[in-house]
């Protein structure tokens, strides 16, 4: 089974997708069904991912960076998990590990991009158009999140102010928009190795986000303004991650990462996003060993 896909290689294939859900920029990443949404709790710990196939995982060497053409693993390690869940949950789920050299987060949340963060853009009904976020209409097109660990005290983030997801809504300063994080739609949680680590601690440092939550096909001021996504098998929605390394020595970002052959404007251009297919549940089984041996290869940095 394979994680990526090319429709320019494999026209039979992309015949079998509706004119809407045809690539873009011509990558797909294959993601699986959760096969029991229940199972998993949403604490920034992966031991109740066993059942992923790492076949799928998106790896560090699965991405570019726009300043260099090679990244040590030893200076900047990571893998991305993606699942969905269908209905009565019908909900996007992700766990990501960072291992990084040094840790930053020092910038105040509309700066987090400064910031060791992620970011990760979102077209759920794959229709493409501008997501800068500066107005309604964009931010129903789709929305770009900042994901930090150690969101600041007395910030805006999500409404329970516990957790690290911040986003392009706050640019136009529009708090109805919140609705759609609420706890009823959106959880997350992080975890950080060693427990003392801080701003600025030397590495290696590993961290982690876990997450889910609904996703819009229109975000608007209410539940009953907004259309949500169904998700199912052989849906494909747009999304984006773009992991930031911000210690970059006298300052700014060292690491600026995309997915190999994805496109730099997908900041900003929903149509320019890698495509996602979801994979149904039989189609992904792997042991817990498997997934286990994965891990424990980039924990092994922190001994």
Request: net charge negative; proline share 5%.
């Amino acid at each position: 089974m394979r994680k990526f896909g090319f429709f320019a290689l494999s026209f039979g294939l992309a015949c079998l997708l509706s004119t809407a859900a045809f690539a873009h920029v011509g990558v797909t990443v294959f993601y699986p069904q959760v096969p029991d949404p229940a199972a998993i709790t949403i604490d920034g710990s992966d031991d109740d991912w066993g059942w992923y196939d790492p076949a799928l995982a998106l790896n560090q060497p699965d991405f570019f960076d726009r300043a260099s053409d090679f990244v040590e693993l030893s200076d900047y390690d990571f893998t991305i998990l993606n699942a969905w869940s269908a209905e009565p949950d019908n909900k996007w789920y992700g766990f990501a590990r960072f291992v990084d050299d040094t840790l930053k987060y020092d910038s105040p949340v509309k700066e987090w991009w400064k910031d060791d963060c992620l970011q990760i853009t979102v077209d759920a009904d794959h229709l493409g158009g501008n997501i800068l976020g500066s107005d309604l209409e964009q931010i129903g097109n789709g929305q770009r999140w900042h994901v930090r660990i150690f969101p600041p005290a007395g910030e805006s983030l999500l409404p329970n102010q516990t957790c690290f997801f911040y986003s392009q809504l706050e640019f136009i300063d529009s708090q109805e928009l919140l609705w759609g994080v609420e706890p009823e739609f959106f959880e997350a949680a992080w975890t950080v190795l060693p427990a003392g680590a801080e701003n600025l601690t030397v590495g290696p440092v590993e961290y982690t986000y876990e997450w889910r939550g609904a996703l819009w096909d229109i975000w608007g001021l209410s539940e009953s303004e907004s259309t949500r996504h169904t998700f199912a098998e052989d849906d494909v929605i747009h999304l984006g991650y773009r992991p930031l390394d911000a210690d970059r020595p006298g300052g700014g970002r060292k690491h600026s990462m995309y997915i190999n052959d994805g496109s730099q404007s997908q900041d900003v251009d929903a149509s320019q996003m890698p495509d996602f297919w979801a994979l149904a549940a039989e189609e992904t089984n792997v042991e817990n060993d498997t997934w286990g041996h994965i891990k424990n290869s980039m924990s092994q940095r922190l001994k």
